[in-house]
């Protein structure tokens, strides 16, 4: 059965390109949404963005035929069309919710569309899940935008290593004094490029990295960073990630206390001679989704209060010296130069990140589509690390199978480029990692 797909505001702002995403079936979009992405279209959030980003792909599938007909979206592509009637069918929404909100108008265009088109199945797609929720107690089927939608986030880590048990004592010795040898099968259906695992047998165990280049296992050591040294093994792993030159792309994910920012931002420090600017970002939520232009002060002043868990972990790095410190000046020295900043991913966009190591902090916060346009500013001598934790995510149309965190993972893996550790265990303190593992 041929289907016919009627497209929410919040699938549009989710992602402007989505339209493309339907194969060969056709697109209807009520005019009540163009109503709403009018008001999202000024801002510079992202959600302004892909507002604007809609309407001017709209306007230009619009230059030679008018929107409420049947507009073609290109080879192998269905059709697009804009529906103005909102007058019920049978069952009215309005009437049934007892509102004349946008959303129950949204619904009237999705039921009428299901009475006249018996042929074919009509489905509303939104992110809002109320908003699904409605749809089906009416008759309506909908669903979710699934492209970008990962399987199951909560199994991805066991893709990337694990711990390994019963291997020959020699081959555990042989890596110690080798520090590299031929992986030769070791790692049967485990292996994959930079997968981190512990090697295990009765009386002894090694910490190690398959190198795909070389085909090797490698030994994994602990190595300080800025003052900042591994507790356990899952953080050892994410150093190593974090200080190796083949390695472009890293993503960590862990609960709260499992040591991500800090790390990557200690790893930063080290490195520092390798880069032109260290930068640290992350997006901005905004308080009762208001945007944050109505904070007082200038865009310094209003981005502060969201910035301050980045600022906390630059204090924990400045703390292991003394004041006086060289490596303490330095610190200053690069932020007094820009050579270190610390901003909303807001004002990121747009810019050619070359020589640098870029930190994002509470990546499962993003979007799939938003995650591609970070990476796609990467330039020559770029590295960037992606932190966040999918259990965390405070934006109402993303859920641990749906955020740019798990996405990258679960897209990027077994490529050399790219690293994920997984980190579970809770160095903040006892009391925190109590909250972690109880309530």
């Known amino acids: 059965m041929p289907k016919l797909f009627v497209l929410d505001t919040s699938i ?34 992202t959600k302004n963005f892909e507002a604007r980003a809609v309407i001017r792909m709209l306007d230009k599938l619009s230059t030679t035929e008018a929107l409420n007909d049947w507009i073609s979206l290109g080879p192998h592509l269905g059709r697009i069309k804009v529906i103005m009637n909102e007058d019920s069918g049978d069952v009215d929404a309005r009437a049934v919710f007892g509102s004349d909100k946008n959303d129950n108008r949204i619904l009237n265009v999705a039921l009428k569309l299901q009475q006249d088109n018996t042929d074919t199945k009509v489905v509303l797609v939104t992110k809002d899940i109320n908003l699904r929720i409605k749809a089906k107690a009416i008759g309506l089927n909908s669903e979710d935008f699934l492209t970008g939608k990962v399987d199951n986030a909560k199994t991805i880590e066991s893709r990337f290593g694990s711990e390994m048990f019963d291997l020959d004592a020699e081959l555990i010795k042989s890596l110690y004094e080798k520090k590299r040898i031929p992986e030769n099968g070791i790692l049967k259906e485990q292996k994959i490029a930079n997968g981190y695992y512990v090697l295990n047998n009765c009386t002894n165990s090694a910490l190690a990295r398959y190198n795909e280049h070389s085909q090797s296992i490698e030994l994994v050591e602990k190595m300080y960073a800025y003052g900042i040294k591994p507790k356990n093994a899952e953080q ?11 390695i472009r792309l890293v993503a960590m994910q862990g609960v709260a206390g499992t040591g991500k920012t800090l790390l990557a931002l200690a790893s930063a420090l080290e490195q520092k001679a390798k880069y032109d600017q260290i930068i640290l970002s992350r997006p901005i939520i905004p308080l009762n989704n208001r945007d944050i232009g109505f904070l007082p002060g200038s865009a310094e002043d209003k981005i502060s209060p969201y910035m301050m868990p980045l600022w906390d972990n630059l204090k924990v790095i400045k703390s292991q010296y003394k004041e006086n410190a060289r490596k303490t000046k330095w610190i200053d020295q690069m932020q007094e130069k820009g050579d270190l900043t610390i901003t909303a991913l807001n004002f990121i966009r747009g810019r050619s990140l070359i020589n640098s190591m870029f930190i994002v902090d509470e990546a499962q916060n993003l979007t799939p589509h938003e995650i591609k346009t ?66």
Not at 12 to 35: G, K
Request: proline share 3%; charged share 30%; glycine share 6%.
């Open 12 to 45: 549009l702002l989710f992602d402007h390109t989505s339209i493309r995403s339907f194969e060969d079936n056709d697109i209807v979009i009520p005019i009540t949404v163009l109503e709403e992405l009018d008001k999202f279209k000024i801002g510079n959030e």
């Open 236 to 246: 050892t792993f994410a150093m190593n990630a974090l200080l190796n030159d083949e």
């Open 374 to 439: 970070i990476i796609t500013r990467a330039g020559e001598g770029t590295k960037i690390v992606f932190t966040g934790d999918i259990n965390q995510i405070d934006t109402p149309y993303l859920d641990e199978n749906s955020n740019g965190l798990s996405y990258i993972i679960d897209k990027l893996k077994g490529d050399p480029l790219f690293a994920y550790v997984h980190l579970e265990k809770g160095e903040r303190s006892e009391l925190a990692d109590l909250a972690n593992r109880l309530l």
